[in-house]
Nanobody, 127 residues
Framework: QVQLVESGGGLVQAGGSLRLSCAAS??????????MAWFRRAPGKERDFVAA????????YYADSMKGRFTISRDNAKNTVYLQMNSLKPEDTAVYYC??????????????????WGQGTQVTVSS
C-alpha cells in the first residue's frame, strides 16, 4: 500500500496555469513500481479520468479533453508525480485526486483499476 498526498491546488484565473504534486510514501515508487494517475471530480459530477503515467515514466495516457493542455510526469527519486495544467478553463474546476496501482501492462483510465488514493486538492478556475 502507498500513501498519497496531493498539493498545489488553488484559485487561478482562466488561461492560467497550475502544477499539482502528489507525494507518495510507504513503499517507494521505484522499489515497488506503481503506475500513477490523476482523476478529478467536479461539483455534482462523476469522478473523471485526467491522465496516467506508467512506473518508468516512459508511457503516458490522457483523457481526450486534456491532451495538449495537461502534462503528467514523475520523479521517482522524489517519489512524486506531477500534473502541469495550462490554459485552464472554468470547467476545469474540480477536486483533483492522485491514484496509484501496482504496475502492469497497459495504462487505463478506470477508477477501479487503482487501489490507492489521495485526499484530493481543490482547483478553482475563475472566469
Amino acid at each position: 500500500q502507498v500513501q498519497l498526498v496531493e498539493s498545489g491546488g488553488g484559485l487561478v484565473q482562466a488561461g492560467g496555469s497550475l502544477r499539482l504534486s502528489c507525494a507518495a510514501s510507504g513503499r517507494t515508487l521505484t522499489f515497488n513500481p506503481y503506475d500513477m494517475a490523476w482523476f478529478r471530480r467536479a461539483p455534482g459530477k462523476e469522478r473523471d479520468f485526467v491522465a496516467a503515467i506508467n512506473w518508468s515514466g516512459h508511457n503516458t495516457y490522457y483523457a481526450d479533453s486534456m491532451k495538449g493542455r495537461f502534462t503528467i510526469s514523475r520523479d521517482n527519486a522524489k517519489n512524486t508525480v506531477y500534473l502541469q495544467m495550462n490554459s485552464l478553463k472554468p470547467e476545469d474546476t474540480a477536486v483533483y485526486y492522485c491514484a496509484a496501482r501496482i504496475q502492469r501492462a497497459g495504462l487505463g483510465g478506470a477508477p477501479q483499476e487503482y487501489s490507492d488514493w489521495g485526499q484530493g486538492t481543490q482547483v478553482t478556475v475563475s472566469s
